[in-house]
């Protein structure tokens, strides 16, 4: 098993910027890839930022040129969110796959006021 605790989430002005963190601890062998999600109420959990292995990454075309993921080791990854949006609103969830499996964090929640 893998654990993932989140933190950094919090209340935000738009335009303003957060960094979330992530760290992974438990049964970790060959992490394939690391990434946030986003869930906001009444929509369904998308993808936001994903790091592989190989230090190759993607983005949500929604949050393309200011959000940033980054990871400094297996074990911790990292978002840096700036110029937020109100549309940025939700909790987000760290993601870890393992040798096929999904591992999620409990999910921190981000709030951009308008």
């Known amino acids: 098993q893998v654990q993932l605790v989140e933190s950094g989430g919090g209340l935000v002005q738009a335009g303003g910027s957060l960094r979330l963190s992530c760290a992974a601890s438990?049964?970790?062998?060959?992490?394939?890839?690391m990434g946030w999600y986003r869930q906001a109420p009444g929509k369904q959990r998308e993808l936001v930022a994903r790091?592989?292995?190989?230090?190759?990454t993607s983005y949500a075309d929604s949050v393309k040129g200011r959000f940033s993921i980054s990871r400094d080791n297996a074990k911790r990854v990292y978002l840096q969110m700036n110029a937020l949006k109100p549309e940025d609103t939700a909790v987000y969830y760290c993601?870890?796959?393992?040798?096929?499996?999904?591992?999620w964090g409990q999910g921190t929640q981000v709030t951009v006021s308008s």
């Open positions: 438990g049964t970790i062998f060959s992490i394939n890839a």
């Open positions: 790091i592989t292995s190989g230090s190759s």
């Open positions: 993601n870890v796959l393992q040798f096929g499996n999904n591992y």
